[in-house]
């Protein structure tokens, strides 16, 4: 079973109220071999809900008010680690750039659109614990 983003499964999850499906994991999810989680709606934030970023130095998650949303974050990659052990899920296909779910390259904190090297707070949690990670548009 693999474990993936759920925007990119049709469900919208987006800060903005909107979905990005992608046709591939859509199928997988109608053939039950995969399983979608959203780890910020987990953690407890709404939809919509305004946008966030991890802080340059990973040690925070700040929304563009200004609002300390870390522990929400924590808590939603909490729980979807815990969805991802129920359903036996190795790998992870999550939605790139995210601040939870992005892998390898994620946007800087300063809201200007700029990536720096990086993972998400979900997918460093999959990673430590051995689950493998892909991203997708
Ligand atoms: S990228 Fe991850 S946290 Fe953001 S909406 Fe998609 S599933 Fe939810």
């Known amino acids: 079973m693999i474990i993936v983003s ?47 970023e991890r802080t340059a130095d990973g040690t925070k998650v700040l929304a563009k008010d200004g609002r300390d949303v870390t522990e929400a974050f924590q808590r939603g990659a909490e729980e979807t680690l815990r969805l991802a052990r129920l359903y036996g899920c190795g790998h992870a296909i999550l939605k790139a750039r995210s601040p939870s779910c992005g892998y390898g390259k994620i946007y800087d904190g300063s809201f200007s659109g700029i990536l720096r090297e990086g993972s998400g707070v979900t997918a460093e949690l999959l990673l430590e614990n051995g689950i493998t990670v892909e991203v997708k548009d």
Not at 19 to 48: D, F, H, Q, S, Y
């Open 6 to 52: 759920a925007c990119l499964a049709g469900y919208r999850c987006r800060y903005d109220g909107k979905t990005v499906p992608n046709e591939a994991i859509v199928a997988l999810v109608k053939r039950g071999e995969a399983i979608p989680a959203c780890p910020e709606m987990l953690g407890g934030l709404p939809c919509p809900r305004i946008p966030s």
